[in-house]
């Protein structure tokens, strides 16, 4: 008897739970794929957004499938190194992670970084939808006012995405003390007021 009534107590409290979650609070997520160097910086800033969900280091714009680290450093697979970042347009919206992707590299530079060289560490956003495209293209117009150089990022419609090996993934949170971080990422963070 107490097994069925725990049963029954347990069944009527899973059915109240169930009940009480609102189907119309599931997040819609959108997606945006931005190049901007050396992707273990890239991450780290866009980790740190209000809105973001995930920011997931990885290849996209090249023409070899399951491209490898080692090979897109070579540069012939055609990729970039990008962070495919999932935000919450309820929280936050394109305009302001791309605002945040214009300061955080300098788009007037073609294919380099810093000392970080090569067609994978280009400038690019890879939009998922017109939507996205017109607001990439009017911020860069925006952008371009607040350079001297004129601006070389890449506009392009996403293509295939390659999610990086794990050992890139959470690299600055996992790695702050290895040089590369303490020189390059850190001092980035600082100048965004994300650190």
């Not at 017109?130 to 004129?150: C, D, G, T, V, Y």
């Amino acid at each position: 008897m107490r097994k069925r009534l725990a049963l029954a107590l347990g069944l009527h409290l899973l059915s109240r739970t169930l009940m009480a979650t609102d189907p119309t609070e599931t997040k819609e997520l959108e997606t945006i794929t931005l190049g901007a160097g050396c992707f273990w910086c890239v991450e780290a800033v866009y980790q740190r957004l209000e809105g973001v969900e995930s920011a997931v280091s990885g290849y996209m714009g090249g023409h070899v499938e399951n491209p490898t680290y080692k090979a897109v450093t070579t540069g012939r697979t055609g990729h970039a190194e990008v962070v495919q970042v999932k935000f919450d347009p309820k929280v936050t919206n394109l305009r302001t992670l791309i605002d945040f992707f214009w300061e955080a590299h300098d788009p007037t530079t073609l294919n380099r970084q810093g000392a970080d060289v090569g067609t994978q560490y280009r400038s690019a956003i890879f939009y998922e939808n017109e939507e996205q495209k017109k607001i990439a293209e009017a911020s860069l117009a925006a952008a371009s006012e607040k350079f001297s150089r004129p601006i070389v990022t890449e506009i392009s419609a996403a293509s295939a995405f390659y999610e990086a090996e794990d050992y890139h993934q959470e690299y600055y949170e996992l790695n702050k003390s290895y040089p590369y971080c303490r020189a390059v990422i850190t001092p980035k963070l600082k100048k965004l007021g994300l650190e």
